[in-house]
């Protein structure tokens, strides 16, 4: 029998699959103090979210001559809170679920892109301060604008198809992608990433957080933004990012904001999570959500039920196939 620690929530169905195939499941959120303690050796298995930091240091303190951990499971995309470099060394297969949660955060994607420039967030502080704010909110369509996909994976494909069926010219910067990919789309891929920030009124981020991508979005790129789109319209410049936080430099965003180069600002993830005195959220053109890009019911379940097979695989000795080491 394999023992299994689920630290930041787990679905119930997924967590049954787990128990059936008879496997103890610990459902319990650990404080660093007890992660840097050695607790998780008393498991075969851990599956975090991104509250949870498996660091060098946790997983060198999890591994001794007793310890049974074999698996660590990203109950999601995004992996800079596992030191992978580390779990390798320690013959830790690490695994995460990047297909599960892709509708969900495209459709989050969307709806932050068409608050943007519908003022939708805005309005409804209006309205809730008794404000009837009717002629001041005029907003803009997204046919005839240029969509910019900083990174061309799954998600920002899925992104990009929605706002090609609203009229959006696509644009991407991805120099993994195959141009073959972006060409089926009908979405031109750039070389270099300030040819993106140069030709698109609307930027949305789609890639991990790597020290080459920290602080991409700065205030040189934000400055190339041309605020008129290919119709004409001056509909401003929008920034979305529900990706990982620290991509966006959000000093430089507010800056924008401020002189007006930004004309809204659109963030589920942050540098600092949980953001709770950020000061971007003083800023009437500014509108996020807590990092909940995946957080749907169908998102959870497949995410549950995808973690919940890799552990299985695991724990009858096999190696995932879809492991990140």
């Known amino acids: 029998m394999g023992r299994v620690a689920v630290t ?28 840097l ?5 008393d498991f075969d298995a851990v599956v975090v979210r991104s509250a949870t930091k498996l660091t060098r240091d946790v997983i060198n303190s999890s591994v001794n001559q007793q310890s049974r951990l074999k698996f660590i499971g990203r109950a999601g ?24 949660s892709t509708k969900s955060v495209v459709e989050m994607t969307i709806a932050h892109l068409l608050a943007s420039c519908r003022n939708i967030t805005t309005a409804d502080r209006k309205l809730r301060e008794g404000i009837w704010a009717k002629k001041e909110l005029v907003g803009t369509e ?3 604008k240029s969509l910019g996909l900083i990174g061309y994976g799954r998600i920002a494909q899925g992104v990009g198809n929605i ?53 991409l979005v700065n205030s040189s790129r934000i400055n190339q933004m041309p605020r008129k789109g290919d119709d004409g319209i001056d509909c401003g410049n929008h920034l979305i990012n ?44 500014f509108h996020g959500t807590p990092h909940i890009g995946a957080a749907t019911k169908e998102a959870q379940a497949r ?4 973690m919940a097979s890799l552990i299985i695989e695991t724990l009858n000795g096999e190696k995932p196939k879809t492991s990140l080491n």
Request: net charge negative; hydrophobic share 40%; charged share 25%.
């Open 8 to 35: 930041d929530g787990m679905d119930e169905k997924a967590i049954e699959m787990i128990t059936d195939n008879g496997h103890e499941v610990v459902v319990k959120h650990y404080t660093v103090e007890e992660l």
């Open 37 to 41: 303690s050695g607790i998780l050796a």
């Open 242 to 285: 529900c990706a990982r936080g620290g991509i966006v430099d959000e000093a430089a965003a507010l800056e924008a904001l401020e002189s007006g180069q930004l004309s809204s600002v659109a963030l589920d993830v942050f540098e600092s999570e949980p953001a709770t005195n950020n000061p971007l959220f003083a800023h009437d053109n």
């Open 142 to 144: 997204l046919s005839g």
């Open 77 to 100: 995309v995004g992996v800079d809170n596992i030191d992978i470099e580390a779990a390798t060394e320690k013959n830790i297969v690490v695994c995460n679920t990047p297909r599960a």
């Open 163 to 215: 706002a090609k069926a609203f009229g959006m010219d696509l644009h991407a910067y991805d120099p993994y992608v195959p141009k073959e990919i972006a060409k089926k789309n009908n979405c031109r891929l750039h070389d270099d990433v300030d040819s993106i920030f140069r030709m698109c009124t609307h930027v949305s981020i789609h890639c991990n957080l790597t020290e080459e991508t920290y602080h």
């Open 303 to 306: 995410i549950g039920i995808e």
